[in-house]
C-alpha cells in the first residue's frame, strides 16, 4: 500500500520562515523575492500585497536568506539576512524541527537617490489616496518652512517628504525660488519631514530630515493639528562629496549600462548610479571612506567580469576613496576585462533525453569567486549560457520555473565548474530527474462545496511543495523527490471563512497523519480532504491613551505548541489596522496571544 501510518515512521518534519519585506518609507514591497538557501536547497518565495512572505518545506538546519525586488529590478539593492549584500557574509538563520520562525522585517536600501523621489510608481503607495478625498473625511493641518544652503542661499527643486509616525499615506512637494515650501493637506498627527534633491535640483546636498540630522531614527517628529499650519520646519542642507568616471573595455569602447556601486570597506553596497554612453557620477555623497563595484546588471548584458575600482577582484578588500564635502574625486575610472563564461544542455532523464526549455540556472562562486552570483535560463532547445564571471570556481545549479513549471527535480551539476576570465567553459550539462506528484479535492464539510484557497503542504524528510487549492476545489503539488510525506490542509491561502487544519487522512493533529510513500515519476490522486470550520480569534491593540494602534503584530499559540518551539514562534498570524485584528483557520483548543 501507498499509505502508512506516522506511527511506525521515524522522520524529520520540515519547517519555514516567514517575515516582511519593506522599501522606501517601510512600505510593503509586494513582489520582492525571498530565497532560502541552505539544506533543502534554493527555495523561493514573492512576497504578497502586505510585503510578508512564507517559505515552507524546509528541512532543519542553517540557511541564508536573500532578498531581491522583483517588481521592478534595478530599484532596490539586493540584500541578504543580517544587512549584508555578500553572500559569503550573510548571517544563517535556524529551523528547527516543523517549526514556523518569524524573523525580523527586512528593510531594503534604494540603489540611488533618485529611487527616493519615484514615490508615485504604481505599488510604491498602495494604501495612498488623494489630499482631496482626505480633505473631505477629516480636517486638515499644513507643514510649512524654508530650505537653504549652509550659507543662507534658498534652494529651489529641493523634494520635502512627510512622513506620518505610523507609515501609511505620505507626501512630497517641491521648494519654490525662493526656497520656501507648504505641504499639501495632511492629516492630524506626528510627522518625519525629510529634504533632498531630485524634484528639479541636481545639486550636490545630502539628505537631511528635520531638524538638522541625517538619521531618520533621530529626526524630531513635527506635530500636524487641524486648521493650523506648523510653520518653520527648515533645513539648511550640506554639500555632499561627488565620485565620477568612466568605464570602457579593454579595446577601450565606452559602456553604457554598467552597474557603479559604493560600498563600504567590506564591499557591501550603500549606493549606486549606471553608466550612460561610458560615464557615470555618483552625488550627495556622505563624507568617509568608500570603495567602487562595476558590475554588469543594469542594462549592459554584455561579458565583462565584475572588479572593484584599481582592478581588484572581488575576492579582495576594495581600495578606499576618500570623501569630503563639496569636493570631487574624479577618474575613478574602469577598464573592464572579459568575463568567463560557463555553458551547457539540460535534458530530461539522460543525456540524450527530451531537450527542456526555461529551466533555470544558477551559478554561484566558491573561494576566491565567493560574492559573485549569476543567473540564465535554457533556451527551446535546452542550452544556457552564464557569463560575466570572473576566474574561480562555481557551483552550476538547475531549477524549473523560468517559464518552465514542469514536473522536474531541482539538481546540481557535481563537482565544482573552473572558470577562466575570457574562456568559455563548456560542458556542464545536466539531466533532470520527473518528480513525484500528489493531487486531490479539497471540500467544507459543512456545505460539501469546493474549498478555494485553501493552503496545502506537503512535506517529508526530503523535500517539500506547498501550493492552494483552485476555485473546484482541486489542487497539484509535484516536483517532489521519492520519499515518505504527510499532507497538511489549512485556510489562508485566499479561501473565504474559517477552516480547521487538518492531516490527511481526516486527522486532527500530525501524530494521526498518514504517510504517503512517493514514487518518482509517478502521480498519487485521490488526497482528499473535506475541512471543519475553524475558530477565529479577534481583539483590539491600544495605547494607554485608548488609540488603536496599526501595524502591531499579533500571534496566537498553545501552552503546548510554546512549550515545544519556544517564543517568537506562532500557529496564526496578523497585523493590527487602526487597533483591530482578526486571526482565523485555527484548530479547537486553548491559545495564548503575543
Known amino acids: 500500500t501507498a499509505r502508512l501510518r506516522s506511527a511506525a515512521v521515524q522522520r524529520l518534519p520540515a519547517g519555514g520562515v516567514t517575515g516582511t519585506v519593506r522599501g522606501l518609507r517601510g512600505a510593503p514591497l509586494t513582489g520582492a523575492c525571498v530565497t532560502a538557501h541552505g539544506p533543502s536547497g534554493t527555495r523561493s518565495t514573492t512576497a504578497v500585497k502586505d510585503g510578508r512572505y512564507l517559505i515552507s518545506g524546509l528541512r532543519p538546519g542553517l540557511y541564508a536568506l536573500e532578498y531581491r525586488d522583483c517588481a521592478a529590478p534595478g530599484r532596490y539593492f539586493a540584500q541578504w539576512s543580517g544587512g549584508t549584500d555578500l553572500a559569503r557574509s550573510a548571517r544563517q538563520v535556524k529551523v528547527t524541527g516543523s517549526q514556523f520562525l518569524t524573523l525580523a522585517p527586512v528593510t531594503l536600501r534604494p540603489t540611488s537617490p533618485a529611487a527616493l523621489v519615484n514615490i508615485a510608481t504604481p505599488g510604491w503607495l498602495s494604501n495612498s489616496v488623494s489630499a482631496g478625498s482626505l480633505a473631505a473625511s477629516v480636517r486638515h493641518g499644513r507643514i510649512s518652512g524654508l530650505v537653504t544652503d549652509r550659507a543662507g542661499h534658498p534652494l529651489k527643486g529641493i523634494c520635502v517628504y512627510a512622513v506620518p509616525q505610523n507609515a501609511g499615506v505620505f507626501y512630497r512637494v517641491r521648494t519654490s525660488k525662493a526656497g520656501t515650501y507648504l505641504s499639501k ?3 492630524p498627527g506626528k510627522y518625519v519631514v525629510a529634504f533632498l534633491p531630485g524634484c528639479g535640483n541636481k545639486g550636490n546636498w545630502l539628505l537631511q530630515f528635520y531638524k538638522n540630522t541625517s538619521n531618520g531614527d533621530k529626526a524630531t517628529q513635527v506635530k500636524v493639528t487641524a486648521g493650523q499650519t506648523t510653520a518653520n520646519i ?3 542642507l550640506p554639500l555632499g562629496g561627488e565620485i565620477k568616471g568612466t568605464v570602457t573595455s579593454k579595446s577601450g569602447a565606452r559602456l553604457s549600462g554598467i552597474c557603479v556601486s559604493l560600498t563600504d570597506r567590506r564591499g ?17 555623497v556622505p563624507p568617509g571612506r568608500y570603495g567602487v563595484l562595476f558590475t554588469t546588471g543594469c542594462n549592459n548584458t554584455g561579458n565583462y567580469a565584475p572588479q572593484f575600482w584599481k582592478d581588484k577582484p572581488l575576492s579582495a578588500r576594495p581600495t578606499l576613496i576618500r570623501i569630503v564635502p563639496g569636493r570631487v574625486a574624479s577618474r575613478i575610472n574602469a577598464v573592464l576585462a572579459p568575463g568567463g563564461e560557463i555553458s551547457g544542455t539540460v535534458t530530461l532523464g539522460t543525456s540524450s533525453g527530451q531537450k527542456l526549455a526555461g529551466i533555470c540556472v544558477d551559478v554561484t562562486g566558491e573561494g576566491a569567486a565567493s560574492g559573485i552570483e549569476e543567473e540564465s535560463a535554457t533556451n527551446a532547445s ?3 549560457l552564464v557569463n560575466a564571471l570572473a576566474t574561480g570556481s562555481y557551483q552550476v545549479s538547475f531549477s524549473p520555473g523560468c517559464n518552465s513549471e514542469g514536473n522536474y527535480l531541482p539538481a546540481t551539476f557535481p563537482g565544482s565548474v573552473h572558470v577562466t576570465a575570457g574562456q568559455v567553459t563548456a560542458g556542464a550539462n545536466q539531466a533532470l530527474q520527473p518528480g513525484a506528484a500528489v493531487k486531490g479535492t479539497v471540500t467544507s464539510k459543512a456545505s460539501g462545496k469546493p474549498a478555494a484557497g485553501v493552503c496545502v503542504q506537503v512535506y517529508g524528510d526530503q523535500d517539500a511543495d506547498e501550493v492552494y487549492t483552485g476555485p473546484d476545489g482541486s489542487y497539484f503539488a509535484d516536483q517532489l523527490p521519492s520519499g515518505q510525506y504527510t499532507v497538511s490542509f489549512a485556510g489562508g491561502c485566499g479561501s473565504a471563512g474559517s477552516y480547521a487544519p487538518q492531516y490527511y487522512d481526516g486527522q486532527a493533529s500530525e501524530p494521526g497523519a498518514a504517510v504517503l510513500n512517493l514514487i518518482q515519476g509517478k502521480t498519487e490522486p485521490g488526497i482528499d480532504a473535506a475541512l ?6 479577534t481583539g483590539s491593540v491600544t495605547s494607554k491613551t485608548g488609540r488603536g494602534l496599526s501595524d502591531i503584530c499579533v500571534s ?13 514562534i506562532g500557529q496564526g498570524f496578523a497585523q493590527t489596522y ?4 482578526e486571526i482565523a483557520n485555527l484548530g479547537p483548543g486553548q491559545y495564548q496571544t503575543d
Open 532 to 537: 471543519l470550520p475553524g475558530g477565529t480569534v
Open 268 to 284: 557591501n553596497q550603500i549606493g549606486g548610479a549606471e553608466t550612460g554612453r561610458g560615464s557615470y557620477q555618483l552625488t550627495s
Open 234 to 236: 527648515n533645513a539648511r
Open 185 to 187: 493637506p495632511l492629516k
Open 382 to 384: 535546452g542550452q544556457y
Open 556 to 568: 496566537v499559540f498553545t501552552p503546548a505548541f510554546a512549550d515545544i518551539f519556544g517564543p517568537g
Open 578 to 581: 487602526h487597533g483591530r485584528y
